[in-house]
């Protein structure tokens, strides 16, 4: 809903005639729009069970998860300095899992 309301706003009519006249583009646009519908459940989710700490390491991993499963999967050439990124957010991630953990004990 979000993509259609951003869709009016700057391209005006013309950019819904496209989604619509497009079944290609609409079926992705309403597949994004879920699972941006479906993320929001989980994020509320994982604050209700959980609380808003872990949910940002949960987020956080995932992200860059996804970027570097992206990489292998789609053939993409990270630099030296992307990889020493990747790994400097998965090691301070995984050290405040490990931080945060041992400290309850």
């Known amino acids: 809903m979000v993509l259609f309301s951003y869709a009016v706003v700057c391209n005006g009519d013309t950019s819904m005639k496209r989604i619509w006249g497009d079944p290609e583009l609409l079926r992705d646009t309403c597949v994004i729009s879920l699972c941006g519908a479906f993320g929001q459940v989980f994020i509320y989710l994982t604050i209700s069970l959980f609380d808003n700490y872990k949910c940002s390491i949960i987020t956080t991993s995932r992200k860059c998860l996804s970027v570097v499963i992206s990489n292998f999967l789609f053939d993409h050439q ?22 945060g953990s041992s400290k309850k004990k």
């Open 78 to 99: 990270f630099t030296g300095e992307q990889w020493v990124g990747a790994t400097m957010v998965m090691a301070s991630t995984s050290a405040e899992v490990y931080l």
